[in-house]
């Protein structure tokens, strides 16, 4: 046999079927040592005619790894977690690789796409990474840490085409469930190398170092206020916003005028980051926010593996107590750079399609890019164009954020708030606008 893929699993159904699709075709045998998955794992597994699915009691990372290599029949070894993918790119490069008779390296490198929350990530420590996953059996091994084990080899490495997907976490508690399990066994890992660590270390550097890479996209929050969040920021922002506003739908401004302290929380683009994470919090903090939604983006990343959106029947799927549906355009595109007739049609398109799958929304539009028209003429026809086909009224990113009754309907503002902004700064963005603190 030429290839063994080999995987080690403990409750992976969430992604295990997508991993084996994937490698069946170019694997002679594919090795599951398994640490008693209570979930389907097992089952899943089943489906497949060339697993050879082994339960092995977990003694940590390194040495279940070991084991795994050992259970391997064929020359070489493809080794993957079960959330790792491989590209088609990658799938020719290890058939070419594993075919020739005399390869120029026994071990090979393969560059990763850290993909989370439907993104995939290039900054914080997460882009340019790469691992040993293809080599030859004999010419390497794992060492026998309990966790954080590394690949041991005297070979020279090459490095493979193509890229590994790597499907990170399915979403926030499902990292901090891994951080907490990773933490305890980096702990025992220190007290058996007689290392000792105070209790911030232990408990909060994985946190930490989490919140330092990962900045997620997740549209424009505002109240009237644009958002590039950590998790961390988001959750202490939405706190204190809980604690000062009250949060409404455009469509409810004219009925909730009685309502004091009244603050609109919009995100942009209907990321798929905003069911998996997003949506929690609302409904943690009982919040109200608004989501633009560009359709033509939804429909072209329907069919794609790592989607950026969510698809129409999770946007209609949202909780309307907590959700309001809002216009982004159809296309995506700036319409100081289309003509009024384009833009119109564009607009039309957004609306129709909404229509067509029977999504609730009202007729509030967030420009993209945060554009339209600016000579007076062309802006005046643009705006009641606007009027025409309903528009209740647009937004923009501004200077300022804008009061309710709005002076401009179809140039209302709202304040940018950056990943790296303080609460104290958040806060004084929200009195006083944009300020150079």
């Not at 089952?43 to 977990?58: R, T, Y």
């Not at 802006?379 to 209740?392: S, V």
Request: net charge positive; aromatic share 14%; hydrophobic share 35%.
């Amino acid at each position: 046999m030429k290839l063994s893929v080999a995987i080690i699993t403990f409750n992976e159904e969430r992604i295990i079927e997508k991993n084996l699709t994937a490698v069946h075709d170019l694997a002679d045998e594919i090795i599951i040592v398994d640490s008693f998955s209570k979930d389907c794992t097992q089952e899943i597994c089943s489906k497949f005619s060339k697993v050879k699915f082994i339960q092995h009691k977990f003694p940590g990372f390194g040495k279940q790894k070991n084991f795994a290599i050992e259970q391997c029949q064929s020359e070489w070894i493809l080794f993957l977690d079960s959330d790792e993918i491989p590209d088609e790119e990658l799938k020719k490069s290890i058939q070419k690789t594993t075919s020739e008779s005399q390869p120029e390296f026994n071990v090979y490198d393969v560059e990763f796409n850290n993909i989370f929350l439907g993104e995939t990530l290039k900054y914080g420590g997460w882009g340019n990474i790469k691992r040993e996953r293809l080599f030859k059996k004999g010419h390497g091994k794992y060492s026998e840490d309990i966790v954080h084990e590394a690949f041991i080899t005297t070979e020279a490495k090459g490095k493979l085409k193509g890229k590994i997907n790597h499907y990170t976490y399915k979403d926030i508690y499902h990292h901090i469930e891994k951080s907490n399990k990773y933490t305890s066994m980096m702990a025992e890992k220190m007290y058996k190398n007689g290392k000792k660590s105070n209790i911030f270390k232990i408990l909060f550097k994985p946190m930490f170092q989490f919140f330092k890479s990962y900045f997620l996209r997740l549209g424009f929050l505002d109240g009237l206020v644009g958002y590039y969040a950590t998790v961390e920021n988001l959750d202490q922002q939405l706190i204190y916003i809980k604690k000062k506003f009250n949060t409404v739908f455009f469509k409810d401004l004219e009925t909730s005028k009685s309502v004091e302290n009244k603050i609109i929380l919009t995100f942009d683009d209907g990321y798929y980051n905003n069911l998996e994470y997003l949506l929690p919090l609302l409904e943690k903090h009982q919040l109200k926010a608004t989501i633009f939604i560009p359709t033509e983006l939804i429909q072209n990343n329907l069919n794609e593996n790592n989607r950026i959106y969510m698809n129409f029947d999770e946007i209609k799927s949202l909780n309307p107590d907590l959700v309001e549906i809002a216009l982004h355009s159809h296309s995506h595109k700036n319409f100081s750079q289309m003509t009024l007739s384009e833009a119109e049609t564009d607009l039309l398109k957004n609306i129709e399609v909404l229509e067509q799958n029977k999504i609730t929304f009202t007729k509030v539009l967030a420009y993209p890019y945060g554009k339209f028209p600016k000579d007076k003429e062309s802006k005046k026809k643009f705006f009641e164009m606007l009027d025409r086909i309903g528009i209740i009224s647009a937004v923009r990113i501004g200077n300022k954020i804008a009061d309710y009754p709005f002076k401009k309907r179809f140039e209302v503002t709202r304040i940018d708030i950056k990943y790296g902004d303080s609460l104290k700064k958040f806060k004084l963005k929200l009195k006083f606008g944009k300020t150079k603190l």
